[in-house]
């Protein structure tokens, strides 16, 4: 064991995409088996395998720790059971106003002790005993110091959705404010606001963000420019969603599928690199944004994706060139991995 230990030390980046790799598709007929079979048991390890780039962070986060254990696990375990109580009212809340699911108490028991404990055990790693955990993970549920990003974060890619409906009128293409949801006795804003935090809580902020951003990103940054840093998460970012995309119908064996993913997801990555490093390495942040995106075009589903996209790298490139991400950030920087900055 403790040569794996010190493997991992050395390379920490790659041990986390192995290990978020291993987790993720080693779990993958999970998503064929619930998506596309229905036993809907292995949904518990469908779970498991969405959180993938966040225990992947624990895991290898928890390896390097080189810092006595502190804190309190009453906090660890208070933060555990309000996540798990509040995860199950959400989950519960988008089954039954979103997926037309009928109210029953099995069915929320099923969420309480299959769904939400993964993303319950990741957001309340941000009170961990081990403290290079807790400091990777406390801006996953402090939003301190950056409630204005938060605020910027929520609409900024919706605002860039709406805009493409517009300009694709102009265009003289095709363009629609159809609203993604049936008409429902519920109000519309109360549907958006519960897709929206389904979509951060599962699992945008916490399976992937807390991952992807909380570990990857700053530790990349301490070695190349935010702008490669983006670039190499997306190579990573887009075939850790092969399983669950083949079990959604997606066409995962065409080369163009995957030239398109890639396409979309670049300039996506670029500008939740700017906000993470905008806001002082704030995991929430990039989480809000996420969810946000994905909120937007589950909403408006009919938006014009040509011309969404080409506003998408319009706006990668105006924040690639204000903040010039093509250059390395300061050792000092926040959003920039040290050992100093784990321990504080």
């Not at 375990?77 to 199950?88: E, Q, S």
């Not at 840093?229 to 119908?249: C, D, K, Q, R, S």
Request: proline share 6%; aromatic share 14%; charged share 10%.
């Amino acid at each position: 064991m403790k040569p794996i230990i010190e493997w991992i030390r050395s390379y920490p980046i790659v041990a986390f995409f192995v290990t978020t790799f291993a987790i993720t598709w080693g779990l993958g007929f999970s998503y064929i088996a619930v998506l596309k079979h229905n036993v809907e048991l292995l949904i518990f390890l469908a779970s498991i395998a969405t959180c993938g780039p966040a225990l992947a962070g624990i895991l290898v986060t928890s390896a390097g720790n080189r810092e006595p254990r502190s804190g309190s696990k009453k906090a660890r375990w208070i933060a555990f059971l309000v996540a798990l109580f509040v995860g199950t009212v959400v989950f519960s809340a988008f089954n039954f106003y979103i997926n037309k699911a009928p109210v029953s108490v099995v069915l929320a028991m099923f969420i309480f002790l299959l769904v939400v404990p993964p993303v319950a055990y990741i957001i309340s790693g941000a009170f961990s005993s081990i403290p290079a955990v807790r400091s990777s993970l406390v801006s996953l549920v402090d939003p301190r110091g950056a409630i204005g990003w938060s605020m910027i974060a929520l609409v900024f890619i919706p605002g860039l959705a709406l805009l493409s409906i517009p300009i694709s009128g102009l265009l003289g293409r095709y363009a629609s404010f159809g609203i993604g949801y049936a008409p429902s006795n519920f109000p519309l804003v109360g549907l958006i606001v519960i897709k929206f935090l389904y979509q951060l809580l599962f699992f945008n902020a916490t399976g992937e963000e807390a991952g992807w951003t909380g570990f990857a990103r700053p530790r990349l940054q301490a070695h190349v420019s935010p702008l490669i840093t983006a670039l190499i998460v997306t190579l990573f970012w887009a075939p850790w969603h092969a399983f669950l995309w083949y079990a959604e119908g997606q066409n995962v064996l065409s080369l163009n599928y995957w030239i398109e993913r890639y396409i979309d997801l670049i300039p996506a990555s670029i500008v939740l690199g700017w906000l993470y490093n905008r806001s002082k390495g704030s995991i929430l942040v990039v989480g809000i944004a996420h969810a946000a995106s994905n909120t937007v075009v589950d909403i408006f589903p009919n938006l014009d994706w040509h011309v969404f996209t080409m506003i998408m790298y319009a706006a990668a490139l105006f924040v690639i060139l204000v903040d010039r991400m093509w250059k390395k950030l300061p050792v000092e920087n926040a959003a920039v991995y040290s050992e100093t900055s784990m321990a504080a």
